[in-house]
């Protein structure tokens, strides 16, 4: 059983930039594919963006292509989404997410609980 908590998440202002981070425990980190989905008020969730499990191959939602990286520390058990150029559109619950799939947008094993992120205008 994977256990996932998100932190990093907040209020910024439009054209800010904001990290997130999703730590794993209780499993192999490695051997899963992790992945970054979000979902705004009255909105279905929204594939953000994926990693493999090496970190060599990345992709990305339309939405936040050259603007969002998503990385990973295998060592430290951790993934990352840097977002920059924040848009108000952005603003979502953002979810880090665990599985044996790559790439996926949602076909995922474990979830975290979520952490806020509201871009003001």
């Known amino acids: 059983q994977v256990q996932l908590v998100e932190s990093g998440g907040g209020l910024v202002q439009a054209g800010g930039s904001l990290r997130l981070y999703c730590a794993a425990s209780g499993g192999t980190f490695s051997s899963y594919a992790m992945g970054w989905i979000r979902q705004a008020p009255g909105k279905e969730r929204e594939f953000v963006a994926a990693?493999?499990?090496?970190?060599?191959?990345?992709y990305y939602g339309d939405s936040v292509k050259g603007r969002f990286t998503i990385s990973r520390d295998n060592a430290k058990n951790t993934v990352y989404l840097q977002m920059n150029s924040l848009k108000p559109e952005d603003t979502a619950v953002y979810y880090c997410?665990?599985?044996?799939?790559?790439?996926?947008?949602?076909?995922?094993?474990?979830w975290g609980q979520g952490t806020q992120v509201t871009v003001s205008s």
């Open positions: 990693i493999n499990w090496s970190g060599g191959r990345t």
């Open positions: 997410a665990a599985g044996r799939t790559y790439p996926t947008y949602s076909n995922y094993d474990y």
